[in-house]
């Protein structure tokens, strides 16, 4: 055997000479039922990636579409949520905060109060709540719909397992949906 060809297994097998290049790849889709699916990948292999994702769709009920066949559906939107019974604040009190900061939205439901920022604003209102010693359940840029899907038990057995089997996958990193849970 080369030596040429022993040295690069041993430096490939040691991580030097590493040239893997992550790159971010966004698709698009249908789940079953129509409901609009956006997968946001990271993979230094963009044939296997796209190969996966097109067979989980394909084994889920779903199709993979073009790039722009869901997207208009779709706005990025930073988000932040605040569980009501840990928030020392009250509502008035921090929904004068947070839009004070920047934030575009506070919704108050249930049992959180949910904060939606244009994505360049996003930080600033994070940062000035988290002065205020409060703690987040989510906080992040996400694709928020702009409509939502109702689906019955059986269409939203089949879009759970979509999704699941989506994050199952290695490369991908966060998928978003128009499914009203």
């Given at each position: 055997m080369p030596n040429d060809t022993i040295n690069n297994a041993i430096k490939k097998a040691s991580g030097e000479g590493n040239t893997a290049n992550y790159e971010e790849i966004t698709y698009e889709g249908y789940g079953p039922n129509g409901v609009a699916v956006i997968v946001e990948a990271s993979t230094d292999n963009r044939n296997r990636t796209a190969a996966d994702v097109r067979h989980v769709f394909d084994k889920s009920g779903g199709n993979l579409g073009t790039t722009g066949c869901v997207s208009y559906m779709f706005s990025q939107k930073g988000v932040i949520v605040i569980e009501k019974e840990n928030?020392?604040?009250?509502?008035?009190?921090?929904?004068?905060?947070?839009?004070?900061?920047?934030?575009?939205?506070?919704?108050?439901?249930?049992?959180?109060?949910?904060?939606?920022?244009?994505?360049?604003?996003?930080?600033?209102?994070?940062?000035?709540?988290?002065?205020?010693?409060?703690?987040?359940?989510?906080?992040?840029?996400?694709?928020?719909?702009?409509?939502?899907?109702?689906?019955?038990e059986h269409g939203a057995e089949k879009m759970n397992r979509l999704i699941d089997k989506l994050n199952d996958l290695d490369d991908v990193m966060n998928v978003y949906h128009n499914w009203e849970e």
């Open positions: 928030c020392p604040l009250s509502e008035d009190d921090l929904m004068m905060k947070a839009l004070e900061l920047g934030a575009e939205d506070f919704v108050a439901e249930d049992d959180i109060y949910e904060i939606t920022t244009a994505p360049s604003d996003f930080s600033a209102v994070r940062e000035g709540l988290e002065s205020l010693n409060l703690e987040f359940l989510e906080a992040s840029v996400q694709m928020v719909p702009s409509t939502t899907v109702t689906l019955d």
